[in-house]
């Protein structure tokens, strides 16, 4: 499962609105069959891995980051279905799936064909892998990661906003790293108007898993750009956006093109409408502050160099009213050196 | 010499102006004699290990975490001379003492009695062990280690200044413990004011080891108190005020009597005349900046608690002109987990 884990992080942040899942299949102690989903939700991780797999797949077990799916789609056929035709003894997973389309009945449909059945296996961990798509399904949102690269004092710069640099190049290459992780990235109108970021991943191999950009600002559309929605502003959408969830006629009304292929929205809640389900907000300050004030941020990535700064900007007034609200909130998930630097990964506590 | 440094570490913060040293003494395989130097400075650690091993010192080895004194006190011997007449056969040292009145004529007084001698072991332990004694010869001033309790935005309070309580009860009692290994404990005239902070050791059986209270402010001594000062304001210094690097009338003119036995400095670098080798500050924000910009934090205690505050008080400007200047200061030199809370240490790197 460690393995099928592995193989669905290849595509975390390309599959939206499918989930990006993992399939390993073993023969006789021997890998067979390996898949995982491909950009853009297709092919499904089990159907490539039972096409790796072909005959070898007869008497072995799969193992599956997510229940097989039951409903034959224009785009492929129901894994569960091809699970039962392959021979497959035995199939392994780690969850079931909450799409009202399967939730349960391709697990049904698997042991009605005979296939021994076992779930719940490294559940916690495909949680983290397919907090996506899981989350999307359970808020109708986007699970939403806000990065911060901080002084040891909390600055994320000085106090006239130079931020270059606070953390060196490791960390800043790990942030490319979690870039492509994801499939939309979102900065402040601040920020993209100081800083002009590229926004993009630069990184030997992964630029084509740029994300979308998406900016946030109360004011109107960035100048150059018109009232009226575009829809997405020449950015194409990297994922099937026929999810129930993401209806494009919401997504037209919150989002505004931008120049330069930007979605433009106007308030941290309006990210449920992006047509991404992995969303890295990257700064500066008070976005970062908006996100959390609105409870939008599931996962905190802080990278922190060695220094103290003094008098620098840090994180303004999220809506706390007593310091014992604050508690409780985050759990040390990760920590890791990157350099001189440190990364901690913070993820929100929520009641199960 | 590991178990020599643990047997200093009892008196860190109470031996001023004399260093706290450990001393094991060996023989076949067996300890023989501990000793450390006592709080107040005397007996000094050899004389203590060599009266535990009396005879059975013939023929041992002694290991000691600072070159054994070769001068003669009013309040002892030398421990050369001790160690000479012992019989032991070998001293093993971790560093020489760089007390003009030993500096090598301790080893050679050894070499000279027919004892083999080495030093370096377990040097850099050793140095971080006796920090304040050796800061206090090369620098004329103690050891300054600075204490923030942070969320993880950088925030020492809400922004009206509640505190109570950033981190919890394991890291206050370390905190505790910290105080306990500082012989002054000193905040700024705010913390003292609003938070009447009682600054002392509240952990079962080390209530006797409460530090010298210090409090900064560039106001006139806080009322109550004449302008003359009166040369400790009734806190007995518990060291040895002998040192010719303290000399009584720098103290007193530098530091004036408050009420409740604090001493009152205007700047931080009054602190030179302290008769305190560990010098513990403890808040708030602008006392920590003010330490800060003048250079005089030697360790940073960061305790870390996993919330997000937003728009809280943070370290205020400590005259840094550029982010490139911010690097290079502070390196991580031990990290661990106290309660949900997260201790990190950073020792200000300096040129050797």
């Not at 092919?43 to 072995?60: C, F, T, V």
């Not at 989002?255 to 449920?272: E, Y």
Request: net charge positive; hydrophobic share 40%.
């Amino acid at each position: 499962m460690a393995a099928a884990l592995a193989l669905a992080s290849r595509t975390r942040g390309a599959t939206t609105p499918n989930p990006n899942v993992g399939c390993v299949i073993v023969r006789e102690g021997r890998v067979v069959g390996r898949g995982w989903t491909q950009a853009g939700g297709r092919p499904h991780a089990e159907a490539m891995a039972l096409a790796e797999a072909g005959d070898r797949a007869k008497g072995a077990t799969a193992y599956v980051t997510l229940e097989p799916c039951a409903h034959v789609s224009p785009r492929g056929p129901a894994c569960a279905d091809l699970l039962a035709a392959s021979g497959v003894a035995r199939v392994v997973a780690a969850l079931g799936d909450p799409d009202p389309r399967t939730d349960g009945t391709g697990f049904a449909r698997l042991s009605e064909a005979g296939i021994a059945v076992s779930t719940g296996v490294l559940a916690d961990e495909a949680r983290r892998s397919m907090a996506g798509f899981l989350i999307r399904r359970a808020l109708g949102r986007p699970h939403v990661t806000l990065k911060l690269a901080l002084s040891l004092d909390g600055a994320v710069s000085m106090a006239d906003g130079r931020s270059r640099w606070i953390t060196g190049p490791v960390a800043r290459a790990h942030t490319h790293l979690e870039r492509s992780r994801h499939d939309a990235i979102l900065v402040g109108r601040g920020t993209w108007e100081t800083d002009r970021p590229r926004l993009n991943v630069r990184l030997p191999g992964l630029e084509s898993r740029s994300p979308l950009r998406v900016v946030l600002s109360s004011k109107p559309p960035l100048k150059g750009e018109g009232d009226r929605p575009k829809g997405g502003g020449g950015v194409a959408p990297r994922g099937n956006l026929s999810s129930p969830s993401t209806p494009p006629s919401a997504l037209q009304a919150a989002t505004s093109p931008c120049r330069g292929g930007l979605i433009h929205i106007t308030h941290p809640t309006a990210v449920a409408t992006l047509p991404a389900d992995h969303l890295f907000v990257e700064g500066g300050a008070r976005t970062a502050a908006a996100f959390l004030n609105a409870g939008l941020i599931d996962r905190l990535l802080l990278y922190r160099a060695p220094i103290v700064i003094g008098g620098g900007r840090t994180l303004p007034d999220i809506g706390l009213g007593a310091l014992a609200e604050a508690h409780g909130r985050w759990r040390l998930v990760d920590a890791r050196a990157l350099g001189s630097d440190r990364l901690e990964v913070y993820e929100a506590a929520r009641e199960a």
